[in-house]
């Protein structure tokens, strides 16, 4: 069973799921809360029943590329990173409307989190420290930031500066999330343009953004849709990638990096923290090393 309700109704369906003995994958958050996380954990663990959690971005080929560099110890130990996520209002406001919870952060920067998680896989994150601006969204009668920044500490000290901001314009041409990202080791480095400015299209004619309806733009960076795009006949992308992935692992057994719900819940716990240090302009510790802390 696949999951892809709104950000803040995920619970309830995988919990019947669950129940009903089917093996689920969950869109991304896990849950809005770590509360309702931990339920869900937990129901998979009694129900003996596979869970895994959709960061489809995990599925672009330039990540998966990255992870196995770092599996192959091309990089040395990470010691640090720095990432950043850009895209226009109009997309964050189609995200608020449906769930006023799912802020960019929780949303959206998460992929990030998870991203940095994964590939610095068994060196949890002990510490965030953010901090955020707002303006477009609040007078819109929302509480999310505009732009936020945070930096992440991890069990082994590798340092970690992340941002998002989702309020450019709304007619800015990315079709989706426009990235930047770097890993730091001690003797190698990764350097990432997501901006898909490579490919730039102009037409009198607009573009319609599928996030967006009734929006379109004059210009566009193709390939830029977050969850991938339809070309002849069929579906191509990040998304694609990872519900073919989830079929085949459930068809004949095969791995796949799909997320785990405990990954899930480290990358919420840290998405939430972020927010905590926003509004309380101080340092949040966090659980998630406690075995491994120095």
Same mark, same amino acid.
């Given at each position: 069973?696949?999951?892809?309700?709104?950000?803040?109704?995920?619970?309830?369906?995988?919990?019947?799921?669950?129940?009903?003995?089917?093996?689920?994958?969950?869109?991304?958050?896990?849950?809005?809360?770590?509360?309702?996380?931990?339920?869900?954990?937990?129901?998979?663990?009694?129900?003996?029943?596979?869970?895994?959690?959709?960061?489809?971005?995990?599925?672009?080929?330039?990540? &998966?590329?990255? $992870?196995?560099?770092? !599996?192959?110890?091309?990089?040395?130990?990470?010691?640090? #990173? +720095?990432?950043? *996520?850009?895209?226009?209002?109009?997309?964050?406001?189609?995200?608020?409307?449906?769930?006023?919870?799912?802020?960019?952060?929780?949303?959206?920067?998460?992929?990030?989190?998870?991203?940095?998680?994964?590939?610095?896989?068994?060196?949890?994150?002990?510490?965030?420290?953010?901090?955020?601006?707002?303006?477009?969204?609040?007078?819109?009668?929302?509480?999310?930031?505009?732009?936020?920044?945070?930096?992440?500490?991890?069990?082994?000290?590798?340092?970690?500066?992340?941002?998002?901001?989702?309020? &450019?314009?709304? $007619?800015?041409?990315? !079709?989706?999330?426009?990235?930047?990202?770097?890993?730091? #080791? +001690?003797?190698? *480095?990764?350097?990432?343009?997501?901006?898909?400015?490579?490919?730039?299209?102009?037409?009198?004619?607009?573009?319609?953004?599928?996030?967006?309806?009734?929006?379109?733009?004059?210009?566009?960076?193709?390939?830029?849709?977050?969850?991938?795009?339809?070309?002849?006949?069929?579906?191509?992308?990040?998304?694609?990638?990872?519900?073919?992935?989830?079929?085949?692992?459930?068809?004949?057994?095969?791995?796949?990096?799909?997320?785990?719900?405990?990954?899930?819940?480290?990358?919420?716990?840290?998405? &939430?923290?972020?927010?905590?240090?926003?509004?309380?302009?101080?340092?949040?510790?966090?659980?998630? #090393?406690?075995?491994?802390?120095?």
């Amino acid at each position: 069973m696949i999951v892809s309700t709104p950000e803040n109704e995920h619970m309830l369906p995988v919990l019947q799921a669950l129940e009903l003995g089917k093996p689920v994958l969950v869109e991304k958050p896990i849950a809005m809360s770590l509360e309702d996380a931990d339920r869900i954990l937990g129901a998979a663990k009694e129900a003996g029943v596979e869970l895994r959690v959709g960061y489809s971005m995990r599925f672009k080929r330039r990540y &998966l590329l990255a $992870k196995e560099q770092i !599996l192959q110890g091309r990089l040395g130990q990470i010691v640090g #990173g +720095t990432g950043r *996520v850009y895209n226009s209002r109009a997309q964050a406001f189609e995200i608020l409307k449906r769930s006023p919870n799912a802020t960019p952060v929780v949303d959206v920067l998460t992929y990030y989190v998870g991203m940095f998680c994964w590939w610095l896989e068994g060196n949890p994150p002990v510490e965030v420290v953010a901090r955020g601006q707002t303006g477009i969204f609040k007078a819109a009668g929302y509480s999310a930031h505009d732009v936020t920044w945070a930096i992440l500490t991890f069990a082994d000290g590798a340092v970690v500066s992340l941002g998002v901001d989702y309020a &450019l314009p709304q $007619k800015y041409p990315t !079709l989706g999330q426009s990235v930047r990202l770097e890993i730091l #080791g +001690t003797e190698g *480095v990764m350097l990432f343009d997501a901006d898909y400015k490579d490919q730039v299209l102009y037409t009198d004619r607009g573009i319609p953004r599928s996030y967006v309806p009734g929006l379109g733009v004059n210009m566009a960076f193709l390939s830029s849709s977050s969850s991938g795009d339809w070309a002849l006949g069929d579906f191509w992308g990040p998304l694609a990638n990872e519900t073919r992935a989830w079929l085949d692992h459930l068809s004949t057994g095969r791995s796949c990096a799909l997320a785990t719900p405990e990954e899930a819940r480290e990358t919420l716990e840290v998405t &939430l923290a972020i927010e905590r240090s926003v509004q309380s302009k101080e340092a949040v510790r966090l659980s998630l #090393g406690e075995g491994v802390r120095q």
